[in-house]
Each structure stands twice: as structure tokens, then as C-alpha cells.
């Protein structure tokens, strides 16, 4: 591959990382997994301020994890791509074998002392 397209590559693959970085943005994520959402709706669900809200749309936005549709007055938020869900779900899968591993540790260490 072109070392200028595997840097683009790069920098693409890490806004988006930099993007999924954020609990209240993975949080918005799982809500629109269950279906489009305006704003308001977002705001309300996850107990966020509507300027919070905003913002962290504005970033997912921005790196192509969600899409936006007008309905009237409304703009409606939806995932751009429904495997943004099985790659948060995989990454959790990951975090919870290494506190499964952590917590042994722990055992271990306690039973020694």
C-alpha cells in the first residue's frame, strides 16, 4: 500500500477511535442502536444538557458514525453504520476478560498475604 494512503488510513482509523474515547458519545451510540433520536430525546434519555449533547452529536458527526435526517423542525440521529454497535460490543467483550484476569490477580495476591 501507498506509505501517504496507509498514513491516511491511520489518521482516519484514530478519529474515529478519538471519537468512541468518550463514555456520553458511546452512551448516544447505544441509544440510537435502538432507534433514530432528536436532540431532545437524547438530552432527555441520557440526562445530558442540550449543549452537551450537541457537541458530542457534532463530533460523531463529524467522523461518519452518525447520520442525520430532517423531519420538519426535527433533525433525527441514527447510526451511520449498525457495526459501530458490534465494535463497542467487541472492545467490551475485551475490557471484561482483562478485569476477569485483574480480579484473579487480586485473589491471588490476597490468598498470599
Known sequence: MEPSLEA??????????????????????????????????????????????????KILRDRSLVETQRDGVHIYYSLADERVIEALDLLRGVLASALERRKTLAEVMTVRT
Do not use: F, W
Not at 52 to 57: A, D, M, N, V
Open 8 to 57: 491516511e488510513i491511520g489518521r482516519l482509523h484514530a478519529a474515529v477511535c478519538s471519537a468512541l474515547s468518550d463514555p456520553k458519545r458511546i452512551a448516544i451510540l447505544y441509544a440510537l442502536h435502538e432507534g433514530p433520536k432528536n436532540v431532545t430525546e437524547l438530552t432527555e434519555l441520557l440526562e445530558l444538557n442540550q449543549a452537551t449533547t450537541s457537541r458530542h452529536l
